[in-house]
């Protein structure tokens, strides 16, 4: 049976991910699933669901990692797809969510057309992609490629205190199947962009074929609490003031670097926190990327000899926490040209492209060839319970990842 007119059934597509994002919706139209909550079980229990009505082999391992199975006509190393369904507290309903969702109709439109493909495909959910809940972030794909020993994983604390071995077994997605399950063939994950590339450009499908480098650093400033109005500016020791230093200082430092360094101080907590105290304390969480790992360095060495010379400036101490290091990633070049060449011979427009988020690709590509298809977001918003991605655009990356797996298993 030919392949070259099959595609996936977009109204199937959009009805799953309408039902997945009901689970977890705020008020305010936000997906809120953080990694091994309540909510993210619902999650897991419902694509689980999914996954045996369409005759998968379910296996979960050790860290949660979910993977649905559809055997192949021989007894080979599986093509892997998918992504992750945990959110950060206000998401948007495709983030993640969509390459498993897409992955799993890939496998249903096979079904329906009674294609047995030569490589077995396997669908996977990994664990706490968000990073939201517990550090770092893609922590169920970094264990998996063993980036991360399972027994370090285990004692990693939430932001609310709890252990995450001890939340696996709560929410019951403490698996037994062995890390890793499979060495896969190859690795396609299937993203929106998350940024504004494709929609600014107008181009349908993005080849992604290389990740940036992740830095993220939590930053300790320590002063001294007094009078706002009877301390002279001279005698301070100011952690507010550090702090909006720091941040004055990322926007200089991404400017006179250029290329593709940016810098993000993303969150800050000030103590006591009151109109009419100088504040004694901060505590920021810094964000650096680039997709040359000597640049990285470089603006990791640049912030840190500038928070040096702030101490010594402002007589406060200044004390740094690594809380992920992720080096950049090159795509393997075959996958990404095949995810090229399916979408222009299916119509579409397409364009090489970066990634500038971290995602389970990232990690996946240390096991195997690897790469992602991107689809646009409307005004590059993600994170946002405003993220959308048209549904004619949904449908065409679900037909690429359809027609990628459908080269790489044969």
Avoid at 68 to 88: F, K, N, Q, W
Avoid at 280 to 295: F, G, I, K, Q, S
Wanted: contains cysteine; proline residues 4%; hydrophobic residues 45%.
């Amino acid at each position: 049976m030919t392949t070259t007119g099959l595609r996936i059934d977009a109204a199937r597509l959009l009805a799953r991910l309408d039902t997945l994002a009901a689970i977890g919706m705020t008020a305010e139209g936000a997906c809120c699933r953080l990694a091994l909550s309540d909510e993210d079980r619902a999650g897991r229990d419902q694509v689980v669901q999914w996954m045996r009505e369409l005759g998968l082999a379910v296996q979960v391992d050790g860290i949660g990692n979910i993977f649905g199975r559809r055997a192949g006509s021989e007894e080979l190393a599986p093509v892997m797809t998918g992504s992750h369904i945990d959110t950060v507290r206000t998401g948007g309903r495709y983030d993640g969510n969509y390459g498993v969702l897409a992955g799993l109709e890939v496998l249903h439109t096979l079904n329906e057309a009674g294609l047995r493909t030569r490589r077995p495909l396997v669908v996977a959910v990994f664990t706490d992609e968000e990073g939201a809940r517990f550090h770092p972030d893609m922590l169920g794909s970094l264990v998996y490629a063993g980036g991360l020993p399972l027994a370090q994983a285990y004692a990693t604390r939430s932001i609310d205190g709890k252990l995450l071995r001890d939340e696996l077994e709560r929410i019951g997605y403490l698996g037994d199947a062995p890390i890793p399950l499979y060495a896969p063939h190859a690795f396609v994950e299937l993203h929106i962009e998350q940024g504004p590339v494709l929609d600014i450009e107008g181009v349908t499908i993005g080849a992604v074929h290389d990740l940036q480098g992740i830095s993220w650093q939590q930053i300790d400033i320590q002063g001294q609490s007094n009078h706002a109005g009877t301390t002279p500016m001279r005698l301070r020791h100011d952690a507010g003031y550090c702090a909006a230093a720091v941040g004055c200082f990322l926007r200089r430092l991404a400017s006179e670097m250029g290329g593709s360094q940016v810098a993000t101080m993303g969150a800050v907590t000030l103590h006591p926190n009151l109109i009419n105290v100088i504040a004694a304390r901060a505590r920021l969480m810094v964000d650096l990327r680039n997709t040359e790992e000597p640049l990285l360095v470089q603006a990791e060495q640049r912030l840190a000899q500038f928070l040096e010379q702030l101490a010594a400036d402002e007589g406060v101490t200044i004390e740094t926490r690594s809380l992920a290091r992720f080096e950049p990633v090159r795509f393997d070049a075959g996958v990404a040209a095949l995810i090229a060449r399916t979408a222009l011979g299916l119509g579409f427009t397409q364009r090489p492209m970066t990634s500038g988020a971290g995602h389970d690709a990232q990690m996946m590509a240390r096991l195997c060839p690897a790469a992602m298809i991107f689809v646009p977001s409307v005004k590059g918003i993600s994170h946002n319970p405003a993220e959308h991605t048209a549904p004619e655009h949904l449908a065409a990356g679900a037909d690429v990842l359809l027609h990628t797996l459908l080269e790489l298993a044969a």
